[in-house]
């Protein structure tokens, strides 16, 4: 079965440094990799995915993940952070086998970006 | 284009009690999928639809139900209700089942049992 681990509880960055958020997957197959952020009373919002290709993939945001296959982890990365940023950050992984009838997404617990100003 | 819209947005209901959630796709979404959401557990899939059919379903009790319509919107159904079914319960839209295509959640219901 396919499983997401988010190590980190809560990651903070001030303002204007590089925020990464980690994630590392398991699946038997090839995956496919998914972030997605929370905020408040709102419903999760697609960032970015990995389905096959260049292991940099770039998102929404200014947000990119890179999809690193040998170490299984496919972490969220954004150069500079805003305040804005702040929110909860879902990784998640789904089994691309079998190929029909299959949207079931397994994600990590979540990590809280917090943004200090 | 409008997002995927879950109706009600919160709910009150008491132990032993029966609740239904509706949740509209995007225009031209045919999978439909559901989650459940607590501080405790994280985010847990409870079933998807496609064409009507159930195509998934997760480890969730019989209590657990839903349907999904000709018109691929979605009800999901919760009976004999108890303390640990509040939760926020979200559904996803896809344009189909099984692509590489990602989910595009609703706002969710937040569901309270007293």
């Known amino acids: 079965a396919q499983s997401v681990a988010q190590p980190e509880d809560q990651v903070n960055v001030a303002e204007g440094n590089p925020l990464t958020v980690k994630c590392t997957y398991s699946?038997?197959?090839?995956?496919?990799l998914f972030w997605y952020v929370q905020y408040p009373n709102r419903g999760l919002q697609f960032l970015l995915k990995?389905?096959?290709?260049?292991?940099l993939v770039k998102g929404s945001y200014g947000f990119e993940a890179e999809f690193n296959k040998s170490q299984t982890s496919f972490h969220l990365k954004k150069p500079s952070a805003l305040v804005s940023d702040s929110a909860l950050y879902f990784c998640a992984v789904r089994d691309p086998l079998p190929s029909y009838g299959n949207n079931r997404l397994a994600f990590g617990k979540g990590n809280q970006v917090v943004v200090i100003p | 284009k409008a997002g995927v819209t879950q109706t009600p947005r919160y709910l009150i209901k008491t132990r032993g009690q029966q609740v239904t959630l509706s949740c509209s796709p995007i225009s031209g979404h045919r999978s439909v999928s559901w989650y459940q959401q607590t501080p405790g557990q994280g985010l847990q899939f409870l079933f998807e639809y496609f064409s009507e059919t159930q195509r998934n379903k997760g480890n969730f009790p019989g209590r657990f139900s839903g349907r999904q319509f000709s018109n691929s919107r979605s009800e999901m159904n919760v009976s004999t209700l108890e303390l640990g079914d509040s939760a926020l319960y979200l559904c996803?839209?896809?344009?189909?089942?099984?692509?590489?295509?990602?989910?595009?959640f609703g706002d969710g219901t937040r569901l309270s049992i007293l």
């Open positions: 990995y389905i096959t290709g260049d292991n």
């Open positions: 699946v038997s197959g090839n995956p496919y």
């Open positions: 996803a839209s896809s344009l189909d089942s099984g692509s590489n295509q990602p989910q595009h």
